[in-house]
């Protein structure tokens, strides 16, 4: 069974801490994904990743970075917390052209 | 950019109904796929359908793919309390570029 874990499920931040979200896979995917999901609003992507050291933008970039040092690490970095960065965070990952394995989500509160 | 949208937003049935939630997308696809997420968890995969596919069936899932229209439905069958949660399609382009949820479906089904 393919397994991606994320470092926390639940997180509490200040306003303009530097916070690192971590994902890890062990099914030598090569694609892996950074998504945040808020009500209503549903599944947004912010960065993706095809290869090591490899990243693309997704829909939302803006107040993200993201590190991929290893293929299965992927980590996900808001530079300075702000409150309208308070989500559920969620990492993904994939082979090409199949289904995508999500991680169980670190809900970021930003006080 | 969104690119499935499904509709209705919220479903609420008894046990034993049928549940049907549709989506639609906008531009050309190499495939659709369907998720469900349990409240506050990550997403699982439940069915994958590909753009020269009109029909696919899994357990107690239906999908169908009308790409003239461009738009899909899921179809669960003799509900059950535990398929309550959230229901998901994503879609693939052409480019194979990173999949586009949709904001989701909500599924309630009372006993």
């Known amino acids: 069974d393919v397994k991606v874990t994320q470092s926390s499920r639940y997180l509490v931040k200040r306003t303009g801490e530097k916070v690192f979200l971590e994902c890890v896979q062990d099914?030598?995917?090569?694609?892996m994904f950074w998504y945040r999901q808020d009500p209503g609003l549903g599944l947004r992507l912010i960065y993706f990743s095809y290869d090591v050291k490899m990243k693309e933008k997704g829909d939302i970039p803006e107040g993200y970075s993201v590190s991929r040092e290893k293929k299965e690490r992927f980590s996900l970095i808001l530079e300075s917390a702000s409150t309208n960065q308070t989500s559920m965070y969620l990492c993904a990952t994939r082979t090409d052209r199949v289904e995508q394995y999500f991680g169980p989500g670190t809900r970021l509160t930003v006080t | 950019s969104q690119q499935g949208e499904e509709d209705p937003q919220a479903l609420s049935i008894q046990e034993g109904e049928n549940a049907t939630m549709n989506c639609s997308y906008k531009t050309s696809i190499n495939n659709l796929q369907w998720y469900r997420q349990n409240s506050g968890r990550g997403l699982v995969h439940l069915i994958l359908i590909r753009s020269n596919e009109r029909e696919k069936h899994s357990g107690r899932l239906r999908v169908t793919l009308d790409t003239s229209k461009k738009s899909s439905s899921l179809l669960i069958t003799a509900s059950r309390a535990a398929d309550t949660a959230s229901y998901f399609c994503?879609?693939?382009?052409?480019?194979?570029?990173?999949?586009?949820f949709g904001k989701g479906t909500t599924l309630s089904v009372s006993s």
């Open positions: 994503a879609t693939e382009g052409q480019a194979g570029t990173a999949l586009i």
């Open positions: 099914m030598d995917h090569e694609n």
